[in-house]
């Protein structure tokens, strides 16, 4: 949404867009005096959700794409955007899904029984108590409040990816998951929708799991963004509305974020390239931390998420937290030179 109105196409093609969004109140209900404290300032934060959702595909698309089966509503991929009040700077923190958390008391979804707080993976709060779930309980383990709420799901991603005419991914090494369906050899690769999908999804192509996927959705994101910039997108109502159509088709998102939130915000952010952006994830203590009932987590390093945590809500740029300064947005693998 961003990019169609920073394109100049203008209110009727925003507004009509907007008309595809399906919207969900993930603050209803949320207590103010329960939450990280409103500033008052310009920069906002956003949750974005990767569900798992199956929606729109027949049982032969599931199994052409690896999807599975029953979807259990739950959150794939976990991500903060902070968009500082200058608009001059993005930066992008990725949650581990496996995150060990402490749910706060909740109505469970699937039953409507009542549950006390407990611990469990962060992306069971989706499953368990819906968005309001998961905003409360990010804010609780970040100390930031979330001021708006976008949940994306399998077939928009897909969509979009085929409307941009494919995002260019470079690797060094084969890609293998026989879980996802990926199989990509070493080079440079223009991905379809579907095996984009494959490439943010794949969890097994190597001992990293879900920490190794993590780093794929950013490159991948920011790889998406360059495209969306590159390939004239923006500069073609026709194709710019087709794209707009294709991601919102199955997109929700929180009441406040109307057609007129995005135009402020994205004339404000007319000047914003894809190499303002910056991608970094949580700094981890523990890989595998097993809890009895839950399995195998991954724990925060709490000092230095902290400090993550401390600079997005002074709307500083992202410290360096592990002996390297958070990646830019490059548009491709950093093994480019590798490629052939």
Same mark, same amino acid.
């Given at each position: ?10 209110? !009727? ?20 005096? /329960? ?54 700077? #993005? ?6 899904? /496996? ?98 999908? !494959? ?77 303002? #952006? ?36 002074? /709307? ?5 937290? /592990? ?18």
């Amino acid at each position: 949404m961003l990019v169609l109105t920073a394109s100049g196409v203008g209110h !009727a093609m925003v507004s009509s867009a907007e008309r595809e969004l399906t919207r969900v109140d993930p603050f209803r209900g949320l207590p103010d005096n /329960d939450r990280p404290a409103d500033d008052g300032g310009e920069d906002l934060n956003i949750l974005l959700i990767g569900t798992d959702s199956r929606d729109g595909f027949s049982e032969a698309e599931r199994d052409k794409y690896h999807l599975g089966g029953v979807s259990c509503y739950c959150a794939d991929t976990i991500m903060l955007v902070h968009l500082s009040a200058d608009r001059e700077r #993005a930066s992008v923190v990725s949650l581990p899904r /496996d995150s060990y958390a402490e749910l706060p008391a909740h109505e469970f979804a699937p039953t409507g029984g009542r549950h006390q707080a407990h611990a469990d993976k962060l992306n069971a709060a989706l499953s368990h108590g819906g968005p309001s779930l998961m905003v409360r309980t990010v804010e609780r383990m970040t100390e930031l409040r979330v001021d708006h709420y976008l949940e994306v799901d399998f077939a928009s991603f897909m969509n979009a990816v085929d409307e941009i005419g494919g995002v260019e991914v470079c690797t060094n090494r084969r890609l293998e998951d026989d879980y996802s369906g990926l199989d990509l050899p070493a080079g440079s690769h223009t991905l379809d929708g579907a095996t984009a999908l !494959a490439y943010v999804r794949a969890r097994h192509v190597d001992g990293s799991s879900d920490l190794g996927r993590m780093e794929r959705q950013q490159r991948f994101l920011a790889a998406f963004l360059d495209r969306a910039v590159s390939s004239g997108v923006l500069l073609n109502p026709a194709r710019l509305s087709g794209t707009a159509q294709a991601l919102l088709g199955s997109v929700r998102a929180d009441p406040g974020f109307g057609a007129e939130e995005m135009l402020d915000l994205a004339g404000a952010m007319r000047e914003f390239k894809p190499s303002d #952006a910056r991608f970094a994830s949580v700094p981890l203590s523990d890989h595998n931390r097993t809890v009895p009932g839950i399995g195998s987590t991954v724990a925060w390093d709490q000092d230095k998420a902290g400090n993550l945590f401390a600079a997005l809500r002074e /709307d500083r740029p992202l410290p360096d937290t /592990d002996g390297d300064p958070p990646r830019r947005s490059s548009g491709a693998d950093e093994d480019r030179e590798d490629c052939s």
